[in-house]
């Protein structure tokens, strides 16, 4: 009796013990890209403290009658805008270069050393623009060479987490589970909003050193407690592709229509390595396989056009990320913490932008026809709230979270669930090797995205904010079009599953 018994409870205690782990990986590489998200966000706050309306202000010298007083130089000039743009450049340009580069560590590198090097050298710049503060330094090539040295280091992030959730996760629900796990980024921008306006009207170079020291101890969590593979731990590894006959596949589409040209430098699993059909290679059938190269992963069917589409779509995010404190200050006149607050809710509908994406994606396996479905809606909204956004607290409040979801559902989508299909796509052959880099590939395109976004904003908006709306829902547009070619392919793959499910009824 007791030996019939054995096999049930050793399934028991193994599928707690997976899920137990499982749990532990995706809340501790959710804190983790947090703790990313919340040391950028800083700038943008105390970008109006930086140069403000001095009129507004009682001066601590009644004899000055400078009516610059209150500025912070080197953004005391009349092209303040720009300055505030080349900086945020300097971040984003350093961030896109060094995210083709950092897939490529990624890959060869254990990620518990890797992020922690990562989050370390992240707490230290983040801080060191913070000290700027209080050792009174007013050289703009201070802050932009600590923006560089920031971004770089903050590469070291987003291929290590997908890749760490990829190797845990299978494809079943991926579009749900990283629709949740993905708000990370809008809880660490609400988060990084609050903790940098408790400080921007007193002392703003603690809106960014406490942010810094954050993600240092975060990154010291991480070195001891994250898991890197589920064999690590005697965890059974996850199945990527289910294989449903019936389902629309775009992008894990028929053999035929994948190529073989990726097969010759991903490698092959042996049927003892990957156990069951369909499932991934273990750690060690895939630590003698070879990393994939970049123009390898290039060649992986849907890789080009989501990533083209993340470009445009992380340049709308991104704008709205580095200047919307400063548009609601300019346009609707509140203050500087008021402001940051308020512009938590675009973030507030970035979660559930990310979440709605992720489940109708999983319902229909259409990643590319959500994403483009929420771009055409986001476009006429962006101009919505441009006209009507500001006349009132309620209409702003709403169009926030809307336009919040609209723009961040498809950037989520695309940054998660697509990254994670594409890296472990059946072209591979269970090749694990290949997520980090396709990760970078599409996150660093969308980057170029993310850099171009804001510096087009500082250098249009002098000329009036309604331009810098016309530039963003250009870009929606834009990063529509480039998945034309596979949304067809998703409708003409529920068109054959309806036929072929018909005829099974029919017989």
Not at 163 to 182: A, L, P
Not at 363 to 371: I, L, P, Q, V
């Amino acid at each position: 009796m007791r030996s019939s018994l054995a096999p049930g409870i050793w399934l028991l205690r193994a599928f707690s013990r997976d899920s137990w782990y499982r749990g532990l990986i995706l809340l501790l590489t959710f804190l983790i890209y947090t703790c990313y998200h919340m040391s950028r966000k800083p700038i943008s706050v105390v970008k109006s403290q930086l140069h403000r309306n001095c009129s507004e202000l009682e001066r601590p010298d009644n004899n000055s009658n400078s009516t610059t007083w209150c500025y912070w130089a080197p953004f005391d000039q009349d092209n303040y805008s720009q300055l505030l743009g080349g900086v945020d450049d300097a971040f984003l340009i350093a961030y896109a270069v060094g995210m083709f580069i950092s897939g490529i560590f990624g890959e060869r590198l254990p990620l518990r050393y890797y992020l922690f090097a990562g989050m370390l050298l992240s707490g230290i710049f983040t801080s060191l623009f913070g000290l700027g503060y209080y050792w009174n330094i007013h050289q703009l090539w201070y802050y932009v060479l600590v923006q560089i040295f920031n971004g770089l280091a903050q590469t070291t992030g987003w291929p290590s987490v997908v890749t760490c959730i990829g190797n845990w996760f299978g494809k079943g629900k991926r579009g749900f589970i990283m629709g949740i796990w993905n708000s990370h980024t809008s809880v660490g921008n609400i988060l990084g909003s609050l903790i940098a306006g408790i400080w921007v009207d007193s002392a703003w170079g603690l809106s960014f050193i406490v942010p810094g020291i954050v993600i240092a101890v975060m990154g010291l969590i991480s070195f001891f407690f994250l898991v890197e593979y589920p064999e690590d731990v005697d965890c059974t590894p996850p199945q990527h592709h289910s294989g449903m006959p019936h389902t629309p596949q775009v992008m894990n589409g028929p053999v035929e229509d994948l190529g073989t040209s990726v097969d010759s430098v991903a490698g092959h699993c042996s049927e003892r390595d990957s156990g069951t059909e369909g499932a991934g290679c273990s750690k060690e059938s895939n630590e003698k396989l070879e990393a994939i190269s970049f123009l390898g992963a290039l060649r992986i069917p849907g890789v080009v056009e989501f990533s083209l589409c993340l470009l445009f779509a992380k340049l709308v995010s991104y704008t709205f990320l580095f200047w919307l404190p400063l548009y609601i200050v300019n346009v609707a006149h509140f203050g500087s913490k008021e402001a940051g607050d308020l512009s938590t809710l675009f973030d507030v509908g970035g979660i559930i932008g990310g979440i709605l994406a992720g489940i109708i994606s999983d319902y229909t396996n259409g990643r590319a026809t959500t994403c483009c479905v929420m771009l055409i809606v986001a476009a006429p909204l962006l101009f919505l709230y441009n006209s009507v956004g500001q006349n009132g607290i309620s209409s702003s409040i709403v169009m926030l979270i809307i336009c919040g979801a609209l723009v961040n559902g498809p950037y989520a989508l695309i940054t998660t669930a697509v990254s994670a299909d594409l890296g472990t796509h059946k072209s591979l052959r269970g090749n694990a090797k290949a997520l980090s880099t396709v990760t970078a590939i599409i996150d660093g395109t969308g980057s170029i995205g993310a850099a171009l976004g804001p510096l087009l904003a500082g250098l249009i908006s002098p000329t009036g904010w309604n331009n810098v709306f016309y530039m963003l829902i250009s870009s929606d547009v834009l990063a529509c079009l480039f998945l034309s070619r596979l949304v067809y392919k998703e409708i003409q793959a529920w068109k054959g599953s309806m036929n072929r499910n018909r005829g099974y009824k029919e017989i």
